[in-house]
């Protein structure tokens, strides 16, 4: 029995553990596409032909214009706070609406940073406990604060909008959520990260992701009826739903336990039989761009783990253990997608680990060894899924092309790499986190407000 024989088995079982899985999850996104491409299809021959394709324009109006509160919870953020704050009141074309900014007492600066807007609409919530707690509990505490609010201003808000303190808004959100909270519980809009050239690569990876999921996934989520989850941002749930989840938690709708909090409130909501919309309008029909929410994500390897971590241990985790498998085929069938990321790192580690073998395989036949083949049935799969993949390579592109250009668009092909060594680790970390009881604080990474936010 030679060293070499000993690589080709553990090459070979690497290769076949993570080309089999491979196959059932390229098998399961082909699935996806099959249906957004004919879901797109019929739209075009029957819906489009009876009637013109909406756009941004038909925002126009003011008619019942509904109270709006945004939720912004804010620990450690006077760096961008102030920043935030007053681009959102230039940005937003809305006559009704309050910023409920939730700051910890042991945080003068964001505090301090709040009060430096000066302006009415601008409502600074100290949430009257030492930072930072959970970034639910902040939110919870941002509800009662409101329950107050609506009491003493003798008035109701129609919804609560989430934002983060690094986000860009866009001017029609809160007219476009006006217009579609009541005939749904719960809308989300695309999250549209921004370039960041000083982080090609990491910070770059999360454009190509979110316009493949917010181009095509949450598309398909929803044409098959299954419940929308929240991206805590650029999303808002009517008051009438929020208060009905309060009412079966004592108060606090949000999870306060949770590290993905927005996530498990649109599948809650949708549990109980709120109807969740995920919303694509076009700012001007033919001319690119949606009305989303904008905004910086990690730009270092570090924080994108960190980051990951957190949505992979909440959604793939705590969340089979939180949520279970409740619901009709295609709420089920996008839980088990949404949890397949742990799975999907142990694919990607070992089929690394098993071209790595190969290589070295490989490069002793060029020096002399006796070649040591792959086998005839693993050498099919492997074929198969490597056509499979540059399919899955294709799609990714054009989603990053038609978001960003195809300059990005060509990016997002070595850029996939990167991503894929972020799920590994974030795996890694999520894991050993849920294996420690979950977190007890809010793991929040350091933002960046965009430096031409009045464009």
């Known amino acids: 029995m030679s060293l ?7 090459a ?18 082909l699935a996806l596409d099959l249906i957004f491409f004919i879901r797109r299809a019929w739209r075009a021959m029957t819906v ?20 709006m509160v945004v939720f912004i919870p804010a620990w450690d953020e006077a760096a961008v706070i102030a920043q935030m704050l007053r681009a959102t009141l230039e940005r937003f074309d809305y006559p009704n609406y309050a910023l409920m900014v939730g700051h910890y007492r042991n945080d003068p600066a964001t505090a301090a940073a709040i009060r430096s807007v000066g302006d009415p609409r601008v409502v600074a919530v100290d949430i009257g406990v030492d930072g930072p707690s959970t970034k639910a509990d902040c939110l919870n505490r941002l509800y009662t604060a409101l329950v107050r609010l609506e009491t003493e201003q003798g008035r109701r808000a129609k919804a609560v909008v989430l934002h983060d303190a690094e986000d860009l808004v866009h001017p029609q959100e809160l007219r476009l959520f006006n217009r579609l909270i009541g005939r749904a519980g719960v809308v989300q809009l695309p999250v549209v990260p921004l370039i960041d050239p000083a982080s090609p690569w990491i910070g770059g990876h999360y454009c190509d992701e979110f316009a493949e999921s917010h181009g095509r996934d949450l598309v398909v989520r929803e044409a098959v009826g299954a419940s929308i989850p929240l991206a805590g941002v650029g999303c808002a749930i009517g008051r009438e739903a929020m208060g009905r989840l309060a009412v079966m938690e004592d108060g606090r709708p949000f999870a306060g336990s949770s ?12 549990a109980l039989g709120e109807r969740t919309v995920f919303v694509r309008l076009p700012v001007l029909h033919g001319e690119g761009g949606v009305v989303a929410s904008r905004g910086h994500f990690p730009a270092t390897l570090s924080a994108a783990v960190r980051q990951k971590a957190r949505w992979l241990g909440g959604i793939a985790f705590s969340g089979w253990d939180r949520l ?3 619901g009709h085929w295609g709420e089920r069938w996008f839980r088990m997608r949404d949890r397949r990321g742990p799975l999907a790192a142990l694919l990607l580690l070992a089929g690394y680990l098993g071209a790595l073998l190969w290589s070295q395989l490989w490069l002793a036949e060029q020096l002399g060894a006796p070649a040591m083949p792959v086998p005839p049935g693993l050498a099919l799969l492997l074929k198969v899924t490597a056509a499979l993949l540059v399919w899955r390579v294709v799609l990714r592109a054009a989603f990053t092309a038609s978001a960003y250009g195809w300059g990005e668009g060509l990016m997002s092909l070595p850029r996939m790499f990167v991503g894929n060594l972020v799920a590994i680790l974030a795996a890694r ?20 407000f965009p430096a031409d936010a009045a464009r």
């Open 324 to 326: 279970g498998w409740a």
């Open 429 to 448: 970390r999520a894991l050993a986190i849920h294996l420690s009881g979950g977190p007890k604080t809010w793991d929040k990474t350091d933002h960046m």
């Open 48 to 67: 489009y032909r009876r009637h013109p394709r909406a756009d941004s324009r038909l925002l126009a109006d003011d008619v019942g214009a509904g109270w």
């Open 12 to 29: 070979a079982e690497l290769s076949l553990f993570a080309a089999a899985g491979f196959l059932f999850f390229a098998l399961d996104d």
């Open 259 to 270: 590290m993905t909090e927005d996530y498990e409130m649109g599948l809650r909501l949708g």
């Open 4 to 10: 070499a024989w000993l690589v080709q088995q553990a």
